[in-house]
């Protein structure tokens, strides 16, 4: 069954007047919609790590574990941890502290991340950016097994029979790696036997099959059975599909033009936004279209969970909260009852 989960940036809102909050401020909201989900019975609630001003959250796991005291069932996890920019000891620290205050549901997504900031923060030269995952990521499959660790590379000290505590509490840490179109991560992937998450952000989805085709024959040529598919992508839930247009474009385009303006992408228009809504990644629009794209999309490409990133540059803190509500109480109602109807008649 496809799961469903939630992710947010904590993104710098503002509220109904269009005055910007602070990051403190931002950051109790990001708490109060992660209890949301749990109420509402959404399968997860992922943070992602920044380190910039247009962002609240620089420690996810800090926040997921208030959000863990004040919720029962939810799974939560990073979306994304960037581990090219940490060490990966203290990563499994964190999350394994996390597992233990959530009894068991904590998750973390590592990949390289889209953003540089965190390089020079850290002190690691971007020069070094694929050794530094490829090294961390080493080690950390390695701190998966729950056993002493002997392990040497040329990023950090060499560790020779090391424990880290805390350790997990008789499990895994479910760990998936977070690709946003590389073919070398979604092979590194199976190598490590990991869970895929694809972020796709812009386009029609089906442009990703050849990442899950490419995963599941890496997977063939090892002999071992694949482990799950996920997809993250942008969007926004509101009573109809105008609405959802008229109170989301505004604030994503401001998100979307500060930073393309970094990169050198020209400005976001109407007519832009609107074919991503009808034919790319940007799931906007009432419940019922909504769960209607996500369908198409998990059936295309085979997928185990979906993960919608509901936070969009300013958007005001009530409106993500009904967002929330609406995606919890009738989108993921529907698509569910829809993909049963349409395993009953590929059943038949």
Not at 187 to 199: H, I, T
Not at 297 to 324: E, N, V, W
């Amino acid at each position: 069954m496809l799961q469903f989960g939630l992710d947010t940036f904590g993104d710098i809102t503002a509220d109904e007047t269009g005055r910007t909050l602070a990051a403190a401020q931002v950051i109790r909201e990001v708490v109060q919609e992660g209890v949301l989900a749990d109420r509402l019975g959404i399968d997860f609630f992922g943070i992602g790590e920044h380190h910039r001003a247009d962002f609240a959250v620089s420690s996810p796991e800090t926040v997921l574990a208030a959000i863990a005291a004040r919720t029962e069932r939810i799974r939560l996890g990073s979306a994304v941890t960037v581990l090219s920019s940490d060490d990966p000891v203290r990563v499994f620290q964190r999350f394994s502290t996390l597992d233990a205050l959530s009894g068991g549901r904590a998750e973390v997504i590592l990949g390289r991340g889209s953003f540089t900031e965190s390089f020079p923060l850290f002190g690691y030269p971007l020069d070094a950016y694929e050794t530094l995952f490829s090294e961390k990521l080493d080690l950390f499959a390695a701190l998966l097994e729950n056993e002493p660790v002997t392990w040497e590379g040329t990023v950090r000290a060499p560790l020779a029979g090391q424990r880290v505590f805390p350790e997990m509490e008789g499990r895994r840490l479910t760990t998936w790696i977070g690709v946003g179109g590389s073919p070398e991560s979604v092979v590194r992937a199976a190598r490590y036997d990991l869970p895929l998450m694809l972020a796709i952000i812009g386009g029609e989805p089906t442009r990703f099959r050849l990442y899950v085709d490419l995963y599941l024959r890496a997977y063939a040529s090892i002999g071992r059975a694949p482990k799950p598919i996920g997809v993250h992508s942008p969007g926004y839930v509101a009573d109809t599909d105008s609405a959802a247009r008229e109170e989301f474009f505004p604030d994503y385009k401001r998100m979307r033009d500060r930073i393309g303006a970094e990169r050198g992408w020209p400005p976001m228009n109407r007519a832009e936004f609107d074919r991503e809504v009808e034919h790319g990644s940007l799931y906007v629009g009432s419940p019922e279209t909504v769960a209607a794209k996500i369908v198409r999309t998990a059936r295309a490409l085979g997928i185990s969970r979906f993960q919608l990133k509901y936070s969009a540059g300013p958007l005001p803190h009530a409106r993500l909260m009904r967002c929330i509500e609406l995606y919890g109480s009738e989108v993921v109602p529907r698509a569910r009852a829809a993909l049963r109807e349409a395993g009953r008649v590929g059943a038949g």
